[in-house]
Every structure is written in structure tokens, then in C-alpha cells.
């Protein structure tokens, strides 16, 4: 049993094309993240949902856009994606701040 | 803003040649010190959390110790499966996010 999922594993797509990431979490904690990697490894918070409500929403464009429509899951729109979206973009959850746990990660490529 | 920096940015070490790998960081605050294990294509591995100065956590061949400004992962008698990107990350007090560093890319020769 996956602890964090996400779907999909690989996305390669055009540029201005809108596109969507999924994220479960199956050990019922009440947070859950978005983080971006980038090429250089460094991990950077995007957003982070606690019980449905946003409570982390760094300085990141508009184009991105978290929904969370259950403590479960929280997904990931992007809208009209550019060459410098490519990245590696992880999910996480914890309880209140602890016991972090991350996904397996979605490659974005954009071509 | 809270800050980590890790050094060095690679290390490449002989099988059972012991090292250790550097977390320097501020933040307002420490709620924890994490340490986590990240292999090529794959998530974030949870390996430690330390919350205090003085404090220190041991896993099979990881010993992850604790200051006020730093922290060190030491590597004993390493095997080429502790090849790794070694993720440093602080959390503050009143904070859920954490603030990672840009990692320390080990690479163990038999």
C-alpha cells in the first residue's frame, strides 16, 4: 500500500497546453503539500492544504492552482504551462507538521 | 526566512572510508531537523528528526547529530547502497513547511 500517491508519474507536454497532477494520501493525516524540485535538487514549498484549507500559498504564478477537495487529496492545475514549469513536483502529507511523508514525484517536462 | 545550507555539494567515498556530511542552518525557532534519503527517480526517504541541541539518532550505519547551528550525518563504514542524495530540511516553531537544502550527492565505491 502506497503511503502517498501520485499520477501521473511522467508528463511530457506543449507549452500553453493546461495540464493537472493527482495526489492521495492514505494514512488519514490532516496536511498535505506541494513541493517543486527543480534541476538543481533544491526542494522549495509551493502550497500546503490542512483539513481542506489552504494555509501555505508561497509566491508562485497564478497559472498554479491547488485543490483540495478532501483531507485525502490534494491535486495540482497548471494552466498554460511554460518551458521554465519543468521541474519535479512532489507530494507530501503530514500530521499537524509532523511525521512528513513524501510521493514518489511527477516529472513535468515541457517541450 | 529560514536558511540551510549543506556541504559539501558531492562526496566520493571508498567502501568503509567514513565521512560526514554538513547541515548548517537558521531559522526562528526550531521545531525539528530533518534528514531524509532521496535515490535518483525516486521521493524523499525519511531518515531522521532531531529537535534539540545535544540530541543524536543512529540508524544501522547513519548518526545524525545536533547544535544550535548545525548538524552532521556521519556515514560508518559506508556500502555502495548508501549511494544517495542526502537531504538536509529544518522546520520552525510554528511552522508545517519545511525549508530543505540543496542536498549532499553521495557516491560509494566498492
Known amino acids: 500500500d502506497t503511503a502517498v500517491s501520485q499520477t501521473p508519474k511522467y508528463l511530457v507536454t506543449q507549452m500553453g497546453n493546461d495540464k493537472s497532477i493527482k495526489c492521495e494520501q492514505n494514512?488519514?493525516?490532516?496536511?498535505m503539500y506541494w513541493y517543486k524540485q527543480d534541476s538543481k535538487k533544491f526542494l522549495k514549498i509551493m502550497f500546503s492544504?490542512?483539513?481542506?484549507?489552504?494555509?501555505i500559498n508561497e509566491t508562485v504564478p497564478n497559472r498554479f492552482s491547488p485543490k483540495s477537495p478532501d483531507k485525502a487529496h490534494l491535486n495540482l492545475h497548471i494552466n498554460s504551462l511554460e518551458l521554465g514549469d519543468s521541474a519535479v513536483y512532489f507530494c507530501?502529507?503530514?500530521?499537524?507538521?509532523?511525521?512528513?511523508?513524501f510521493g514518489s514525484g511527477t516529472r513535468l517536462t515541457v517541450v | 526566512e529560514d536558511q540551510v545550507t549543506q556541504s559539501p555539494e558531492a562526496l566520493r567515498l571508498q567502501e568503509g572510508e567514513s565521512s560526514s556530511l554538513n547541515c548548517s542552518y537558521t531559522v526562528s525557532g526550531l521545531r525539528g531537523l530533518f534528514w531524509y534519503r532521496q535515490d535518483p527517480g525516486k521521493g524523499p526517504e525519511f531518515l531522521f528528526t532531531l529537535y534539540s541541541a545535544g540530541e543524536e539518532k543512529e540508524k544501522e550505519r547513519l548518526k545524525a547529530t545536533l547544535t544550535k547551528k548545525e548538524s552532521f550525518l556521519h556515514i560508518t563504514a559506508p556500502k555502495p547502497e548508501d549511494s544517495a542524495t542526502y537531504l538536509c530540511a529544518v522546520q520552525g516553531e510554528n511552522d508545517y513547511k519545511l525549508s530543505f537544502g540543496a542536498g549532499t550527492t553521495v557516491t560509494v565505491r566498492a
Open positions: 492544504y490542512n483539513n481542506k484549507e489552504l494555509i
Open positions: 494514512l488519514g493525516h490532516d496536511t
Open positions: 507530501a502529507s503530514s500530521q499537524s507538521g509532523k511525521s512528513y511523508t
